[in-house]
Nanobody, 115 residues
């Protein structure tokens, strides 16, 4: 089994910054992909940013230039640096990882951006 533990959410004013972390632990042979999704009330879960299996990064158009995903492979951890936050970034942010070709989700962390 694999566990994903997220941290770093919270309340911030518009224009502010937050950094999310997600650490994977357990029986890890290979991390195929890892990244962040978010779900706002009444909306579908959407990709925010992720590393693909070949090491490339994908970003949602709405966060390009403001958010940066990074990773520490030795720690099986990904980070999401979120700058210039907007009220529309308010959502529950979920870490997602495909490990040993099986998908896993974290418990989610709330990010609230006040105007």
């Amino acid at each position: 089994q694999v566990q994903l533990v997220e941290s770093g959410g919270g309340l911030v004013q518009a224009g502010g910054s937050l950094r999310l972390s997600c650490a994977a632990s357990g029986s890890i042979f290979r991390i195929n992909s890892m990244g962040w999704y978010r779900q706002a009330p009444g909306k579908q879960r959407e990709l925010v940013a992720a590393f693909t299996g070949d090491g490339r990064t994908n970003y949602a158009d709405s966060v390009k230039g403001r958010f940066t995903i990074s990773r520490d492979s030795a720690k099986n951890t990904v980070y999401l640096q979120m700058n210039s936050l907007k009220p529309e970034d308010t959502a529950v942010y979920y870490c997602n990882a495909v490990v040993n070709w099986v998908g896993y989700w974290g418990q989610g962390t709330q990010v609230t951006v006040s105007s």
